[in-house]
């Protein structure tokens, strides 16, 4: 456990998730305590949420991060930023995150040039974002990144870490890059756990009728049992029953033109991600009172 009071900033906050573990690690006795120095967000609900959640003031956001100059930061020991994926992941237009991309995902380098800009440069960074990162199409600009990060002083660390393997029935498969600024430091990432926690265990036992998209009946065919939308004929949802027990995908929704929406997926398995283009038309889930 450390005594200090660890000073954080995070970029791309969102409602401030790592902000939450770091909160966790408190309340289990690993660190002492946290201070949020700072956030940077534009998404006017993400950060009323952000400062209800954390109950800090607004005044902390500093907005867009492109509008930061490294000079006015004050000092963190901790960066956190994961950058957005909407142009490396492959729910998206895989545009990429070049440095002179102008996509969204390239954003990713601002917080270099605030490494670059900064007075003094904090002890540890540490980014996420989607697994594709890690793919031969991206993998040139990744090694970019890390070589500036390098430069800067720090040494490296960076691994895909799965949530199924952490005790969360969710297929989530995360790239994570920590770099710390002391090379005398060693930095190893949590074992896996064992788990048998299935999406199951997480839902609720009793969901308001709106949420259902079907009724209990359906038409037989082998092992697969095909139901109707309740309110549209011609929307069809086929589920495999073997496939149902065993957990994770176990059906189609033959009305939807997107794979990862058509997807049906079986409470005794692992939950879907959703993605940033995720709409109504969202992945759906196949409870017990639909295939009894």
């Known amino acids: 456990m450390t005594n200090e009071i660890i ?81 490396i992941s492959c729910a998206g237009k895989m545009r990429g995150f070049d440095f002179t991309s102008s996509t969204r ?36 600009t990744l090694n970019l990144f890390k070589e500036d990060l390098v430069s800067l002083g720090y040494t490296l660390y960076d691994q895909l870490l799965s949530a199924t393997d952490y005790g969360i029935p969710q297929t989530r498969a995360r790239y994570f890059l920590v770099a710390i600024l002391d090379n005398q430091k060693q930095f190893k990432f949590p074992d896996k756990m064992e788990s048998d926690v299935i999406l199951k265990n997480f839902l609720e036992e009793f969901v308001d ?21 309740k309110n549209r004929n011609d929307i069809e949802y086929e589920i495999d029953m073997d496939k149902y027990l065993i957990g994770g995908v176990c059906g189609i929704d033959k009305h939807t033109k997107f794979a990862i929406s058509s997807r049906l997926f079986s409470i005794y398995g692992n939950s879907p991600t959703l993605t940033a283009s995720n709409t109504s038309d969202n992945s759906k889930i196949v409870v017990e009172s639909e295939v009894e």
């Not at 950060?47 to 956001?61: G, P, R």
Request: some cysteine; hydrophobic content about 35%; aromatic content about 12%.
């Open 7 to 87: 000073k954080v900033g995070t970029f791309f906050s969102g409602i401030g998730s790592p902000e939450k573990a770091l909160e966790r690690l408190k309340n289990e006795g690993h660190i002492k305590d946290y201070k949020v120095e700072f956030f940077s967000e534009i998404d006017k609900n993400a950060i009323k949420s952000y400062c209800a959640i954390h109950n800090v003031d607004e005044s902390l956001n500093l907005g867009s991060i492109t509008d930061i100059k490294g000079k006015n930061l004050p000092y963190c020991d901790l960066w956190i930023g994961g950058f957005p994926c909407q142009d």
């Open 105 to 140: 995902s390239s954003l990713g380098w601002e917080m270099i040039r605030l490494l670059k800009e900064v007075k003094i440069k904090p002890k540890y960074v540490i980014f996420e974002n989607v697994a594709m990162i890690t793919s031969k199409k991206f993998k040139e």
């Open 209 to 229: 009728e709106k949420y259902y998209l079907t009724n209990s009946n359906y038409i037989e065919k082998g092992n697969k049992r095909i139901f109707k939308h």
